[in-house]
T-cell receptor
Framework: NAGVTQTPKFRVLKTGQSMTLLCAQDMNHEYMYWYRQDPGMGLRLIHY???????AKGEVPDGYNVSRLKKQNFLLGLESAAPSQTSVYFC??????????????FGPGTRLTVT | EDQVTQSPEALRLQEGESSSLNCSYT??????LFWYRQDPGKGPEFLFTLYSAGEEKEKERLKATLTKKESFLHITAPKPEDSATYLC????????????FGRGTQLTVWP
């Protein structure tokens, strides 16, 4: 199993450009999440999904959109990138069927710089 | 609001010098407290889940414990390869699936 994969690994955007980050998991997990990690801020939840076709807002959703058209994929979109969106983005997934599945498994991250 | 505070922010230990990292939390209806390890340039790697006060879990040189207000990650006789940032997160009962993370403790173990 590859676990959770993210593409791309690095990206540099200019202010106002758009892009989509792709997250894929092969563990048949129902729940998927997008976080951003900034120095001194810890991991913060952007959006999440509790199943195919569903999405919900997290702690810092403004400026981002998401889609979950297939169970294994979760896409994060930036419609008009801003320098404040410079960050490292992590995707995670898990199931919530029983206690042993609460833990979330993370991808390797996408480092995004907006100039 | 659910909150997680980790201390210290950074810790330097000599190889073999045991110590503990702290994670204090406020959450309504704790469903789980999680410890992760994060190496530079990588995603967090799951270590432990603790569900109720009094619970303990061990893995190699690491031991995690939980009380009603805080969790400790004890590191016994650390080695340089234990150097990483250790993250604590809580899952409350009121917010489906949402983990609240602390800012982490950056551990450096020198030979």
């Amino acid at each position: 199993n590859a676990g959770v994969t993210q593409t791309p690994k690095f990206r540099v955007l200019k202010t106002g450009q758009s892009m989509t980050l792709l997250c894929a998991q092969d563990m048949n997990h129902e729940y998927m999440y997008w976080y951003r990690q900034d120095p001194g801020m810890g991991l913060r939840l952007i959006h999440y999904s509790v199943g195919e076709g569903t999405t919900a807002k997290g702690e810092v959703p403004d400026g981002y959109n998401v889609s979950r058209l297939k169970k294994q994929n979760f896409l994060l979109g930036l419609e008009s990138a801003a320098p404040s969106q410079t960050s490292v983005y992590f995707c995670a997934s898990n199931n919530e069927e029983g206690r042993s599945h609460y833990e979330q498994y993370f991808g390797p991250g996408t480092r995004l710089t907006v100039t | 609001e659910d909150q997680v505070t980790q201390s210290p922010e950074a810790l330097r230990l000599q190889e073999g010098e045991s110590s503990s990292l702290n994670c204090s939390y406020t959450v309504s209806g704790l469903r789980g407290l999680f410890w992760y390890r994060q190496d530079p340039g990588k995603g967090p790697e799951f270590l432990f889940t603790l569900y109720s006060a009094g619970e303990e879990k061990e893995k190699e040189r690491l031991k995690a414990t939980l009380t009603k207000k805080e969790s400790f990650l004890h590191i016994t006789a650390p080695k340089p390869e234990d150097s990483a940032t250790y993250l604590c997160a809580v899952l409350g009962g009121s917010t489906l699936g949402r983990l609240y993370f602390g800012r982490g403790t950056q551990l450096t173990v020198w030979p």
